[in-house]
């Protein structure tokens, strides 16, 4: 049975630059092993947050311990951790051994083990002939695993990762998502990763941190965040949301009644504490479409106005009768090839409708 | 090889012999004496500031600013250097010196005409050479052309002076070809005048016109012009009012920096000019040959002269409506 | 193909460059004259003048002083500049203009001036005019230069380089040896060069700081006051072939420093 224990932690963490407060009062735990993503638009606080506990930054107030230990004034060079920047900041005159080497060098052993060491880090990026390569003459794919295996190399208690595949093509960056991730489900480092795009954080982390304006709005699991937002910013910055402005009509068998302009609507996630009027969301792909009225407590008769072929998804602008309600789903092609023309019924499992806290 | 160990510092420098000979750098980092000294010094960037900061400021301070300082003392003084047993009493005599003679005065204003008069001139001279070099060739061409321009001034001002004398002399190349000609009987005494004067500054000034304005007119963007002609302006009107104004930087640097670098030389006036064309840096140097006593005259002439240079380029910059910023770029 | 404006341009352009290469040639030229006497027209030729050159001890000792005293102070203005750049660095900090300022002062200051005051200076802290006081004066005439180039290339590093070696345990002096001096080589190149061009052709500072021993401008002048000869047109010769030659070479080295490294 594995211990969990606190790896890092922030206490009560503040940073200012000038009069902007990029980062307001932060506590976060982050646990050993785990891929934690912290995620947000520009300028929410989460590059600091990842400089702040490299050393690059030093925070106005609270504390940071690094493995019990508080290590809130210390320079870079003297924590525990590593970070993959943004630019690779490969060093231009040094091979890719040298690198990888550079910090071994620093930690006292000697050149027989360090040699060891680099050919280790280079089978497991797997660029065990490029040795002796020099950084311009590499793929920027090629200069991101350098990075990642230079930053392996002093086996630091947490890698830090300040959103390393922004440079990368597309289809690339799908592949090398993937091969972090197994790197390091292997290695069972502590990955603390820093990204704006929630694709990219929903297919990588077991935990995700939502952050806007130096806060957090959310921290949990991908699944959490996608089906159980509590924010409206949550449910607006991850995927697309339909969302409802309801009145709380009470509950039924454990789930909340919903009146949406006249409409009720069973909520089975989220809870109203006390309030009236609350919004709700509904993820697109959540909504199934059905020819014929479903036996779903949260069914609405609805038109379809417009169809968008994305590839693997199809988009559908729907509309209720009478013109009110719009809603939008997205479905699996080939589950709707069945429906006859453009009037189907919108249902919904009460789990996948989220009430927002306020 | 072992994990570091728990504590996060990562100072636990393992010394296995069996790992091999361990290089400079490690050696050094792991050095105790090193470790320590760097933690006391470069551990905060306070520290490191103030590290950096204070033999820096002492030099540039002291040497940029001590000589000025102790030029500008002495010439208070009534006589330097001192003499054993007697105090240098404070006056302004040296000062007033300065315009009780006209053989004082008359270098001065001298020099600042001249230096403006050449200044303009090369001004003249080297802006369609800029333009040439910026506008009119490809980039990779530019290089080749601007280097072909560097090669004489890297060969010093006195082979430069030299060579000046050769071709002005009675029986230099010019007079050789005017008189070959047959557009003079008689070899024209260019040496010792204004004009060989002015050559030679000329000749030894115009890179610091030409660097400063290529610069500016090479970072006027292409589409500028393209703009302008797309509005109906015709290569004259675009010059003057597009090209023109943009290229204010490059000459009030280069302006500047030719003006204050042309009063500067001592040498070249000495070697092609004469009686006639007497400088106030020769005047300004007269006091210092003489040994001892006369410096702080010298001191009082050379801070007059700063001043002047000073508040010339001043009102010229202010002139061009430009506050005074980064002279060299 | 060509407009009128762009050939005008071109014609100038050339006859600016006859007009700075003509003199020289002129020089060169000279030095070949068979006579005791400059000027045209040249009935003799002889090489005897050049010969006598690489004979003259005045002009061995006065060109090897030279040699020692820009090795010098290229040098000193090399770690002095650097210093000096880094510390102004491209971060703010209170006051960075006026400082800025203060180290431009040097290069911006009439070279009459300069010596002069520089002169006055070495007599109050105690020293005399000699080769210390030279390289002094030279040195610190040259430490902008140094510094502002330095700085040029210090601003384009990004930030990151310094902060993945600090990240990976350098201390800062460390980081600055390992990481950022080899980025700067390039620029520390073209500095020295610079400075020793500088140095080399410097007249004031050599003239009015100067000892017994004359270096090779201070040389040439003094044997210019008292006429023409040939002989001084072969020493200007070498002098021209040395620093054309040393400058040219430096271009080569930069240009093609500066298109491997990034």
Known sequence: MHRQSTIARFTDVTKRFGKNVAVDRLDLDITQGEFVTLLGPSGCGKSTTLRMLGGFEMPDEGRILLAGEDVTRLPPNRRDVNMVFQDYALFPHMTVAGNIAFGLELQGHGRAAIDARVSELLELVQLGSFRDRMPDQLSGGQRQRVALARALAREPKLLLLDEPLGALDAKLRGQVQIELKALQQRTGKTFLFVTHDQEEALTMSDRIIVMNAGRIEQDGTPEELYH??????????????????CQVRGSENGQIVLDWNGILLHAAAGSPDGRTAVEAALRPESIRLTTGRPDQANAL???????????????????????????????DPAAIEDLAGDKVWASWDPGRLAILQG | MATTSERTGNDAALIRPQDGTRGFWTRLTANPAYRQASDLLLSSDRRRFWLLAVPALIWMFGTHLGPILTMIRISFMDSYPPTAGRIPEMTLENYLLFFQAPNYITPFVRTFVYSTCYTLLTLLLMYPIAYFLAKKLRPGRQMLFLLL???????????????????????????????????????IPFMYTGFSLGMGLVYLTSLYMLLPLYASLEKIPR????????????????????????????????????????????????????????????????????????????????????????????????LLGRRRGNLLG | MMRPSQIALTTFYWAFIVYLFLPLALMVVMGFKDSNFIGFPINAWTTRWYVQVFQDTAVLHAFGYTLLIAIASTLLSLVIGIWCAVFLGPARFWGRALV?????????????????????????????????????????????????????????????????????????????????????????????????????????????????????PVLIFAELRSGMSPAINAISTVVLVVTAALGLWAERGTRRLKGTRR
């Open chain 2, 223 to 318: 589409n500028y012009l393209e703009a302008a002609a797309d509005l109906g302006a015709g290569s004259w009107t675009r010059f003057r009012r597009v090209t023109l104004p943009l290229s204010k930087d490059g000459i009030a640097s280069g302006c500047v920096l030719v003006f204050l670098i042309s009063t500067g030389y001592y040498a070249t006036p000495v070697l092609l000019g004469g009686p006639s064309t007497t400088v106030f840096a020769e005047t300004i140097a007269g006091f210092f040959h003489v040994a001892g006593d006369k410096w702080p005259e010298g001191a009082a002439f050379s801070t007059i002269m700063l001043l002047a240079s000073l508040v010339t380029v001043g009102l010229f910059l202010r």
């Open chain 1, 228 to 245: 159980r937002p509590r924010s409206r910013f949550v449910a607006d910055f991850i995927g697309e949301t339909n969302l409802f402005a």
């Open chain 3, 100 to 216: 800025f300022a203060v180290m431009c002062l040097p290069a911006v200051i009439p070279g009459v001036i300069s010596a002069i005051s520089m002169r006055i200076f070495i007599r109050a802290i105690g020293m005399e005019p000699g080769t210390g006081a030279i390289i002094l004066g030279l040195t610190i005439h040259n430490v902008p230069f140094v510094a502002l180039m330095v700085l040029s290339r210090l601003g384009a590093m990004p930030r990151s380089q310094v902060e993945a070696a600090r990240d990976l345990g350098a201390d800062s002096l460390v980081a600055f040896l390992r990481v950022t001096l080899p980025f700067l080589f390039p620029s520390l190149l073209g500095a020295s060069i610079f400075c020793m061009l500088l140095s080399f052709d410097d007249f004031v500072r050599a003239f009015f700081l100067g000892g017994y021993q004359p270096t090779l």
């Open chain 1, 301 to 331: 008769q609805m038109r379809i106005v417009r169809r968008v072929f994305k590839g693997s998804r199809i988009d559908l602008d729907l509309e209720a009768q009478d013109g009110d309600a719009r809603l939008k789903a997205s479905a």
């Open chain 2, 149 to 187: 321009l560097l090669v004489p001034f890297w060969v010093g001002e006195i082979v430069r002076t030299y060579a000046i004398m050769i071709l002005l002399g009675n029986r230099g190349f010019l007079n050789i070809v005017l008189m070959g000609l047959g557009l003079t009987s008689r070899p």
